[in-house]
């Protein structure tokens, strides 16, 4: 894949994340996929880890304001909205694995720590 399509394929899982779209999140993820929260806690079963997350936080959302990508890694900067969390709201660096086509793992690393 080239730098193009990482990227999209980066921008579509979070557009899916910003939709609630959890079979389309489900589709773009590997079999394998791990997501890595801000304190290095990896996760693997992420289709309840998202159910559950869009319960809780029905109108989280991320906002990029930066798209890079290196070797098969889009590296995203922005910022989350979240308005029944607070410590959700702020500066944020997300970084997307990509393997064929789909995602294997979705990092995220808050830029300004509650």
């Known amino acids: 894949?080239?730098?193009?399509?990482?990227?999209?394929?980066?921008?579509?899982f979070n557009e899916k994340i910003n939709q609630r779209d959890l079979e389309g999140l489900v589709e773009l993820m590997t079999d394998d996929h791990t997501?890595?929260?801000?304190?290095?806690?990896?996760?693997?079963?992420?289709r309840e880890g998202w159910?559950?997350?869009?319960?809780?936080?029905?109108?989280?959302r991320n906002i990029f304001t930066t798209v890079t990508v290196k070797d098969n890694v889009a590296v995203m900067i922005g910022y989350s909205t979240c308005s029944n969390e607070p410590?959700?709201?702020?500066?944020?660096?997300?970084t997307a694995k990509v393997h064929e086509g789909h995602v294997s793992e979705w990092r995220v690393y808050w830029l300004d720590k509650k």
């Open 1 to 12: 894949m080239d730098s193009f399509d990482i990227m999209m394929v980066a921008l579509r």
């Open 35 to 46: 997501f890595i929260d801000d304190s290095g806690v990896s996760y693997r079963n992420m």
């Open 51 to 60: 159910r559950e997350f869009f319960k809780n936080y029905p109108d989280y």
């Open 87 to 94: 410590k959700l709201n702020g500066p944020n660096m997300w």
